[in-house]
């Protein structure tokens, strides 16, 4: 590891333990175990991207964010000024 900072000690890659992959995202906590004692445990579901397994790996692991949670640009109401005719 080239960074010696303190924060990068704590962080972990993620790799599938099913297939190997190396892409990972956050999973929604679904039940009251998964949102109150899981992360006691310091514990957080996670999703691989290829085989779509579901795990629980250390909140120090990293992973992307849901895709639902990215921020997209989402078609809006027309506004008054695209119904105008123009010549």
Known sequence: MGNNSPDHAWMHSYRC?????EVGFRSRR???IERFVLPVFFLQPVRCGECFRRDYRLIFT????RLSDVPRI?????SATTN???A
């Open 17 to 21: 333990r099913d297939c190997g992959s």
């Open 30 to 32: 679904r039940t009251v």
């Open 62 to 65: 990293k992973v992307r964010e």
């Open 74 to 78: 989402a078609p809006g109401k027309p």
């Open 84 to 86: 105008r005719n123009i």
